[in-house]
């Protein structure tokens, strides 16, 4: 399908994107990771993070490299927003001077500021409430794993955090059944469950329950997260024996169906919320996946910049 519409257009939640755009872009992704297109570029990209990236930061930098484009680091110890200068002034200015920013920061509503005041395609790079270019990267992984994505079932366990949040999104764009298992108090939002599952409509399901065992019982892919998100450090002991029942263990994968894959966004707290064996087994998918952040984020660049070849 054409990615034209998606031409200056922002990336702030997976719900952006129709069903048919994301299902483009991961077409796109998967010719761009065989080099059977290599579009061309020499637009600026800005990277303008608040929290600490590995992947997030190298595979965008890399992609837009490889584009033959150009990076900015753009983090707040190097500029003004470091020292307080309105997110409103801060986007009008580098609106003049770059072509497209990737965002990394705490709160969504700051995300959505700059996206008011710049008139340049704004791409979430992960906020507290979602992290939408990991889920692309996921659903790449899913699809090369299985030859398609709808009817498929994605069971997620840990902590109901961002990346709960666009993966249930997604899963609901492609026609996934997604079940999220989580301790009682540590569920999804409920605004994020009711908007998934309009997505869903009568096409998947989608499954909240605190039964982690349910949650895998013939599901395709297993999934998680670490039980304490960046900001949340001084929580991480308190949360172990909350989290421990939805450790991604080989228990926990035996019930899954005998062909599923297991997926962690990284980083990892081996042990934790995955077990070493499984992390490092014949199922684990989770150094495609970490992969694959390249190419899907190198589809969005070229989608959102306007620069596919014809």
Not at 26 to 41: F, H, I, M, R, S
Not at 74 to 84: K, P
Not at 279 to 289: F, L, P, T, V
């Amino acid at each position: 399908m054409s990615l034209a519409a998606l031409n200056g257009r922002d990336l702030l939640s997976l719900a952006d994107l129709s069903e048919a755009e994301l299902l483009g872009l991961l077409d796109l992704a998967a010719n761009l990771k065989t080099g059977e297109v290599q579009p061309q570029c020499r637009q600026v990209l800005g990277l303008l993070f608040s929290k600490a990236s590995t992947r997030t930061r190298v595979s965008f930098s890399v992609a837009m490299y490889q584009l033959g484009g150009q990076v900015l680091d753009l983090n707040a110890s190097v500029t003004q927003v470091g020292r307080g200068e309105p997110l409103m002034d801060t986007a009008r200015v580098l609106d003049r001077y770059l072509d497209i920013v990737a965002i990394r920061t705490f709160a969504q509503a700051e995300l959505e500021t700059f996206a008011h005041y710049a008139k340049i395609p704004v791409i979430n790079a992960l906020t507290d409430l979602e992290h939408p270019c990991q889920i692309l990267a996921d659903l790449q992984t899913i699809q090369e794993s299985f030859g398609q994505l709808s009817g498929l079932t994605v069971s997620y366990f840990g902590d109901g955090n961002n990346v709960a949040h666009s993966l249930m999104i997604g899963c609901a764009l492609a026609g996934i059944h997604v079940r999220i298992a989580t301790p009682a108090d540590y569920q999804p939002l409920p605004e994020i469950i009711e908007q998934t599952r309009r997505i869903a409509g009568d096409r998947s399901q989608v499954i909240i329950t605190d039964d982690p065992k349910a949650a895998a019982e013939g599901s395709h892919v297993l999934y998680t997260d670490v039980w304490a998100s960046m900001g949340q450090e001084d929580l991480a002991e308190s949360r172990i024996p909350i989290f421990q029942p939805y450790q991604i263990n080989a228990n926990l994968l035996s019930l899954a169906d005998s062909e599923a894959i297991v997926l962690h966004c990284l980083p990892a707290h081996r042990g934790e919320e995955i077990t070493e064996d499984v992390m490092e087994g014949s199922q684990s998918r989770i150094w495609d996946e970490a992969e694959n952040r390249l190419h899907a984020q190198k589809a969005l660049l070229v989608s959102t910049l306007g620069v596919l070849e014809s």
